[in-house]
C-alpha cells in the first residue's frame, strides 16, 4: 500500500522558511517523478514544484522560482520542499504526489497524495 506523509508544516512570520518532508512507503522513490502542489480552501489546487525520478531536473511555479527547492533522498525514500523568503500568499496546505511518468506540471498525472500540511504565513 502506498503512502505519503507530509511533516514540516507550521506558522512562521514573513520571510521565514520551512522545510517540508515527504516520507513515501510501499514503493520505490527513484521510479517515480514528484511534485509539490498547494491549496487555499475555496481554491483550485495549484502546481508548487516538480522533479525527476533521479532528481536532477526540477520544475518550479513562476510564483516561488528562487524562493523554493525541491530535493528528494531516494536512498530514504523522502522528497523535500525548502521554503525560503515566504510571503503571506504562500499561505495554504501543501501537498505532495508521486507520477509513474516523467516530471509534470499537471496535477492529473499524479496518482498518490499525501494527507497534506499547513502552511500558515503571517504578515
Known amino acids: 500500500q502506498v503512502q505519503l506523509v507530509e511533516s514540516g508544516g507550521g506558522l512562521v512570520q514573513a520571510g521565514g522558511s520551512l522545510r517540508l518532508s515527504c516520507a513515501a512507503s510501499?514503493?520505490?522513490?527513484?521510479?517515480?517523478?514528484m511534485g509539490w502542489f498547494r491549496q487555499v480552501l475555496g481554491k483550485e489546487r495549484e502546481f508548487v514544484a516538480a522533479?525527476?525520478?533521479?532528481?536532477?531536473?526540477?520544475s518550479y511555479a513562476d510564483s516561488v522560482k528562487g524562493r523554493f527547492t525541491i530535493s528528494r533522498d531516494n536512498a530514504k525514500n523522502t522528497v523535500y520542499l525548502q521554503m525560503s523568503s515566504l510571503k503571506p500568499e504562500d499561505t495554504a496546505v501543501y501537498y505532495c504526489?508521486?507520477?509513474?511518468?516523467?516530471?509534470?506540471?499537471?496535477?492529473?498525472?499524479?496518482?498518490?497524495w499525501g494527507q497534506g500540511t499547513q502552511v500558515t504565513v503571517s504578515s
Open positions: 504526489a508521486v507520477s509513474p511518468g516523467p516530471m509534470t506540471q499537471r496535477a492529473s498525472y499524479y496518482d498518490y
Open positions: 510501499g514503493l520505490t522513490l527513484s521510479s517515480y517523478g
Open positions: 522533479n525527476s525520478r533521479s532528481g536532477v531536473r526540477t
